[in-house]
């Protein structure tokens, strides 16, 4: 397949974005407030004994048109009560349990959920999905975080928009593995195990697990008014397993995405707090093992530019791609339909429009508001069978509402 050539004017823009960001900062307070967990640990805690309750209520309408990914709505909640005691200031182990549950719904799939969930199965939960969470939190120095058990994942990580979306928040349980997280003036490192699928002998599916490695690079001298960060990004997810005889499918899976970019963040001498923002990200993907993807190898560019605006933040952005598959990020940035996996996108192009307001309540709560539009601008669809047909500009639009709670009671101190 011939590679795509990028308009004149978008290689321009690119190529200047590219040029005047050299590296990267922390994901923005907006962001904090709805999506991102906070750390539990506390340096004075040492024999506190709490009980920390962490929601997320949300109601999220998706009306998509493009070929990637057919419309529906997300409305629940998430809810995750845990005890935390804390023997040393630099130990913390909590104990708890999640609870998902969509409105209208009764009867839940009783497995992980990766994505979306799909209906697998006649084993089942009522009334809500439910896992047991653990974490053993340790910090042996000021800059390192080891964590075994229930991470702070999903949003946590940072990840750039291709490689993972917001949406997972609301739709996928929390990862559990191992993470450790490095963190000094000029750098953030996030790597992490989530172990998605455990398998037994003569089980009829799959191990899975995903290995993940986030890193935020920021060479700006911290009194600088304009600062620069650079993220490196990592996601491998492995599917496979030897002791899973019956299973239907076999096949040792191996996928890689990963990223690079450049962005800033400019603050505005204003009345209001102001600040303008720009990325520019280069994604890769990987089928490393497998033939169950119709893709061995593809790539896209992305570039967004936005301002910040007292609590609110907008951004418009430009994507193309070619042969690029994304494991854990929107269908829309990716070349193959989720509804019809044998459907491929031929060098698909997008523009896209985000729109959003966060804040606080009072310590331990917050709430937000999004709205996003995704236009595919004209595109080739080959289907299984080798035909071809041409689908014309499809524009489709997000909405949600959200309240995030983390409050913390103090039960005992010792």
């Known amino acids: 397949m011939a590679t795509p050539r990028l308009p004149h004017s978008v290689s321009r823009l690119l190529l200047c974005l590219l040029l005047m960001l050299p590296a990267a900062t922390v994901r923005a307070q907006l962001d904090s407030l709805v999506y991102v967990s906070p ?43 845990t005890f935390t005691y804390q023997p040393l200031h630099n130990l913390q182990l909590s104990a708890g349990m999640y609870m998902l549950h969509y409105w209208g719904a009764n009867k839940y799939p009783n497995l992980n ?7 697998k199965g006649g084993q089942t939960q009522r009334g809500f999905h439910i896992l047991p969470v653990f974490r053993a939190h340790f910090k042996p120095t000021r800059r390192l975080d080891i964590v075994l058990g229930t991470l702070y994942g999903k949003a946590n990580h940072g990840l750039v928009e291709p490689l993972y979306s917001d949406e997972n928040m609301l739709s996928t349980d929390p990862e559990t ?20 699928s455990f398998i037994f002998r003569n089980d009829n599916h799959q191990e899975s697990f995903s290995f993940g490695l986030s890193t935020r690079l920021r060479p700006s001298r911290r009194a600088a008014r304009m600062q620069w960060y650079l993220p490196v990004q990592l996601l491998f997810q492995h599917r496979g397993g030897e002791v899973n005889t019956t299973a239907a499918d076999r096949e040792v899976k191996t996928w890689l995405n990963a990223a690079v970019g450049a962005g800033f963040r400019l603050p505005l001498h ?3 707090p102001v ?57 829309h940035f990716g070349a193959v339909s989720i509804d019809d996996h044998s459907t491929c996108l031929k ?50 639009f997000a909405a949600g509402i959200y309240l995030h709670i983390y409050p913390s009671f103090l039960l005992r101190r010792w």
Request: hydrophobic share 40%.
């Open 347 to 396: 060098n698909p192009k997008m523009l896209t429009a985000h729109l959003e307001y966060a804040a606080p309540l009072g310590k331990g709560f917050a709430w937000g508001l999004d709205a996003r539009t995704y236009a595919q601008l004209p595109v080739t669809l080959t289907h299984a069978d080798g035909t071809t047909e041409r689908k014309g500009m499809a524009v489709g």
């Open 270 to 272: 204003t009345r209001i």
């Open 39 to 81: 750390d539990s640990l506390r340096h004075d805690g040492k024999g506190e004994l709490r009980l920390e309750v962490e929601n997320l209520t949300f109601l999220r309408d998706n009306e998509y048109k493009s070929a990637c990914v057919k419309g529906y709505t997300l409305p629940g909640l998430w809810l995750m009560p």
């Open 177 to 196: 593995g191992a993470q450790v997280r490095w963190r000094t003036r000029v750098a953030d490192v996030d790597a992490w195990i989530n172990w998605e």
């Open 275 to 331: 600040a303008l923002t720009g990325e520019a990200t280069a994604s890769w993907f990987s089928q490393q093992s497998g033939t169950a993807l119709p893709f061995d190898k593809g790539y896209g560019l992305y570039a967004r530019l936005g301002a910040e605006v007292w609590r609110c933040r907008v951004q418009a952005g430009y994507w193309q791609c070619h042969d690029f598959i994304t494991l854990f990020g929107n269908p």
């Open 113 to 119: 959920y990766s994505d979306l969930a799909e209906w």
